[in-house]
């Protein structure tokens, strides 16, 4: 069975070599600007549940008190909440760093009397595609493209790009009925 299975393999002629030596490099570079831009969604997630964590915990250990204020939730809190959202991005491991093309992450607290916004925001590099970013970017992106091309073609060779989140979270001792700052039009519908 296994003899005349074998046979009848060898006896067929292959694939031309030709094809696939032509089309190997346009399947890699499809493959590259795919997972690149995978990885970028994989950004934009990680940002997401960063934000939902950095608020949560704000919200729970953050005081109203000024001499806390100042003193614990500046010097140690933020701090700690910055060192978490990093290493939870993958700025801590080179290998997640280098494919993400992470660049910096900022974590910004702005009080007010009710509601606590936190703002995340990661830079990233360009991508860099060789392939992609080895041509004139006038030429690329001239008519009828327009700036939707100029912006993409400097996002993928030249600037990077920057993911902000924005979660508003309440403080803990809640004095009026939770109602976000954007939900307040709907209500009155």
Not at 31 to 46: D, E, M, R, S, T
Not at 133 to 158: H, L, Q, T, W
Request: hydrophobic letters at 40%; glycine letters at 6%; one cysteine or more.
């Amino acid at each position: 069975m296994f003899k005349n299975l074998f046979s009848s393999l060898r006896s067929k002629r292959g694939q031309a070599t030709t094809e696939v030596v032509l089309l190997f490099p346009i399947f890699f570079i499809l493959a590259l600007f795919i997972i690149k831009i995978y990885g970028l969604l994989i950004v934009l997630q990680k940002t997401e549940i960063a934000s939902a964590y950095a608020g949560r915990r704000w919200q729970l250990e953050s005081h109203r008190a000024i001499k806390y204020t100042q003193g614990w939730d500046k010097n140690f809190l933020m701090a700690d909440i910055k060192k978490k959202v990093q290493e939870y991005i993958g700025f801590n491991n080179p290998a997640t760093r280098k494919f993400l093309s992470l660049r910096k992450v900022d974590v910004g607290i702005k009080r007010s009397e009710v509601w606590n916004s936190i703002t995340i925001t990661v830079s990233t590099y360009p991508p860099r595609i060789p392939f992609l970013c080895s041509y004139d970017k006038r030429e690329v992106c001239k008519k009828p493209y327009g700036a939707a091309c100029m912006r993409g073609y400097n996002f993928i060779c030249e600037t990077g790009g920057t993911i902000q989140v924005v979660k508003q979270v309440p403080n803990r001792d809640r004095p009026i009925g939770f109602i976000l700052p954007n939900s307040a039009k709907e209500l009155k519908k």
